[in-house]
């Protein structure tokens, strides 16, 4: 059985943007070998993001991101609140995620996630981490 894995919107971001690690962590899921799962406020972080100036993105240009996303996904209905990470309170999205979703990892590029380490039992790793697992 496929394990379960969230990734936090810097990497998903990386993966649709640039070749990289990143990338190659999406292709991991898009193989099946992982089951990526996603949420509302996961998806919705991630427009948001993608819709900075700096990455010259427009609505019509993200939609088919969003669009890809979910053919290889699965949704989780969040019901969690979290409020461990207080200098980020979006990374806590995530985590919340991770426990409803019964997560078998949370792969981040984020400091405020990968300093925590582990939660509630859910290793948070680094792409370079997933990718050498």
Do not use: C
């Amino acid at each position: 059985m496929a394990r379960r894995v969230v990734f936090d919107t810097n990497v998903l971001v990386s993966g649709y943007l640039w070749r990289g690690f990143a990338r190659k962590a999406l292709e991991k899921v898009r193989s099946g070998e992982w089951i990526l799962l996603v949420s509302t406020d996961a998806i919705n972080e991630l427009i948001r993001v993608l819709a900075y100036h700096k990455f010259g993105l427009t609505p019509t240009e993200i939609q088919p991101i969003v669009q890809d996303l979910a053919t290889f996904s699965e949704f989780v209905e969040v019901k969690t609140q979290v409020e461990i990470i207080k200098s980020d309170p979006t990374d806590n999205i995530f985590l919340a995620l991770a426990i409803d979703g019964d997560a078998d990892g949370i792969v981040s590029g984020d400091h405020h996630l990968i300093d925590l380490k582990k939660f509630k039992g859910i290793p948070i790793v680094s792409v370079r981490q997933f990718l050498s697992q």
